[in-house]
């Protein structure tokens, strides 16, 4: 059964502090993404990573970074963190980058809210 | 950019209903991929249409790709209340990245 891994349903952060979001997958998949679900915008696309070490901005890039360190595990890095970033914040991975009509597997989501 | 709009954002009916959600651009995408997601958890893809014109059934649920691919359209034939959840439209850029272009979503509640 494959499967995406966030490591927390949910998180409670002050303003400034630094947020790590993990996420694992075990379908050895080359594509990995980071969104952000708000209601009535759908998902927007933070970052993503087609390899180990490569990644690339999506839409909303500004206040997060990136690492991908390893194949399986792809975190999202809130530098400091500001009430504007309460959210959902979705991980989802993939096969191969040029099979554009492969299936996105995703997580169950990290709620985070900054107080 | 590409964008991805759907409607309605919200959709309440009675069970036995049908409806239609509607997901459209002004881009072209190489195919599109319509997800369900249901509360607490991540979205799981339905269907994935790729050809201009094409139409995939899944049970009671119809999907069609437009014949410019700029637009898609679920249709769910007499609803029941285990179709409720949010249902999302993605596309895959024509532009040659990797990245899923996600529609705005629409909300569907079916009532026993």
């Known amino acids: 059964d494959v499967k995406v891994t966030q490591s927390s349903r949910y998180l409670v952060k002050r303003t400034g502090e630094k947020v790590f979001l993990e996420c694992v997958q075990d379908m050895d998949h080359e594509n990995m993404f980071w969104y952000r679900q708000d209601p009535g915008l759908g998902l927007r696309l933070i970052y993503f990573s087609y390899d180990v070490k490569m990644k690339e901005k999506g839409d909303i890039p500004e206040g997060y970074s990136v690492s991908r360190e390893k194949k399986e595990r792809f975190s999202l890095i809130l530098e400091s963190a500001s009430t504007n970033q309460t959210s959902m914040y979705l991980c989802a991975s993939s096969f191969y980058r040029a099979a554009m009509n492969t299936e996105a597997f995703f997580g169950q989501g990290t709620r985070l809210t900054v107080v | 950019t590409q964008l991805l709009e759907q409607s309605p954002q919200f959709l309440s009916i009675q069970e036995g209903e049908n409806l239609t959600v509607y997901c459209n651009s002004s881009?072209?995408?190489?195919?599109l991929q319509w997800y369900r997601q249901e509360p607490g958890e991540g979205p799981v893809l339905l269907v994935t249409v790729v050809t201009g014109g094409e139409v995939k059934k899944l049970k009671r649920l119809t999907f069609q790709f437009g014949d410019a691919r700029k637009d898609s359209s679920l249709h769910i034939t007499a609803a029941q209340p285990g179709d409720t959840g949010l249902y999302l439209c993605a596309g895959a850029s024509t532009s040659g990245t990797y990245k899923y272009i996600f529609g705005t979503g629409t909300r569907l509640k079916v009532l026993a």
């Open positions: 881009s072209v995408f190489s195919s």
